[in-house]
């Protein structure tokens, strides 16, 4: 075991697991040999062949196998938002108050597939946080995991609010306090270090500031795009969006026909310079950081760096099932793509 995996205080479970991602797709983990000793079958239906990169393949991608029951739901994590504990300071502006405790969790990535996980919570990623600009935002934060952690919020605050220098160590508290701006897709994550560690273990999650206004009501799902390194070696063996790999392949989404859908979208993928969110049978709006609610690109594929985010905004004019992925397909094929399943709406 390397210096690395014995600081992480554990390996992740399941077979398979010690490969490369790449040597993965060689030796065809994503063929019908699978995961299968841990529980789990990524197959390639039909087929023997290793998965092959590119579009023809993706409709045949599938997950085996069940996830343990009363875990992390990402199909539940997509529509919840913590508004915090709200109350009326002098003077008639909205305190939020949120708790987060860092705690070290096993998590499971996808069936049969454990990760030794750090955790804001227990579950990763981490609540989302959401509140209106101009709100007051105080969260209470307990470090109750073995390592020195923070919480580094993206916004506009104080030095000693940043989440940086003033370091919390196992067993101590620390409460970051700030006026929510600007409005926009924010992002929390712990900023100790060895920084890399300290994200891709799990510490990060999504921090919603609604305009003053709000915005035109939609059916709201978060994707925060994450991935593993199941074996340590600086390179990751599953991707997804919301944690477990292929999720939204076998839950899809049901959306209804020309009903406005808006998705925070965040990439907070390690060791990979970018991620990117392809969809298939549409366009969308893709409003950058949701810091306008005027500026946008109107694109199928978006591509983020590591930290960046969007809001995007589209309606289905077609019913039936529409993929959505990273257009890396290396990336959807180790698990980062779902499915819309676009239905008539129930009186049309
Ligand atoms: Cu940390
Ligand atoms: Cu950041």
Not at 97 to 114: K, S
Not at 178 to 203: T, W
Not at 206 to 228: H, K, Q, S, T, Y
Not at 247 to 268: D, K
């Amino acid at each position: 075991m390397s210096d690395e995996r014995e600081r992480e205080g554990g390996a992740a479970s399941g077979s398979g697991l010690g490969l490369t991602r790449r040597a993965m797709l060689r030796a065809g983990v994503l063929g019908a040999a699978g995961l299968a000793t841990a529980g789990a079958t990524v197959a390639v239906g039909g087929t023997q062949e290793p998965a092959s990169a590119g579009h023809g393949s993706h409709d045949a991608l599938r997950v085996e196998g069940s996830m343990q029951p009363g875990g992390f739901d990402p199909t539940a994590y997509a529509t919840s938002f913590d508004l915090g504990r709200q109350s009326l300071l002098p003077g008639g502006r909205v305190l939020r108050e949120y708790e987060l405790v860092a705690v070290d969790r096993e998590i499971e990535i996808a069936p049969g597939v454990f990760f030794p996980a750090w955790t804001y919570n227990g579950q990763v990623p981490g609540p989302t946080l959401r509140c209106t600009e101009g709100d007051r935002v105080r969260v209470r934060f307990t470090n109750a995991g073995s390592h020195p952690h923070t919480i580094h919020f993206h916004g506009i605050h104080a030095a000693d609010m940043d989440g940086v220098f003033e370091i919390v160590e196992p067993g101590g508290k620390y409460v970051y306090e700030f006026d929510a701006e600007p409005f926009g897709l924010q992002i929390y994550h712990c900023h100790s270090v060895p920084l890399k560690r300290h994200i891709h273990k799990g510490l990060y999650g999504m921090f919603v500031i609604d305009p003053p206004g709000g915005r035109e009501p939609a059916r709201e799902l978060v994707m925060l795009m994450n991935a593993f390194d199941t074996n340590f070696d600086n390179d990751n063996e599953f991707y997804a969006v919301n944690t477990v790999a292929f999720h939204y392949q076998t839950n899809p989404i049901p959306l209804q026909l020309n009903e406005l859908t808006r998705v925070y979208l965040a990439n907070l993928t390690e060791f990979d310079l970018i991620n990117s969110f392809h969809l298939h049978g549409n366009f969308f709006k893709a409003y950058r950081t949701g810091a306008s609610l005027s500026q946008h690109e109107y694109t199928d594929n978006l591509m983020l760096c590591q930290g960046e985010r969007a809001v995007l905004e589209f309606r289905f004019k077609h019913p039936g099932r529409f993929m959505f992925h990273a257009h890396q397909s290396e990336f959807a094929e180790l698990g980062w793509m779902g499915v819309f399943d676009v239905r008539e709406a129930p009186n049309a």
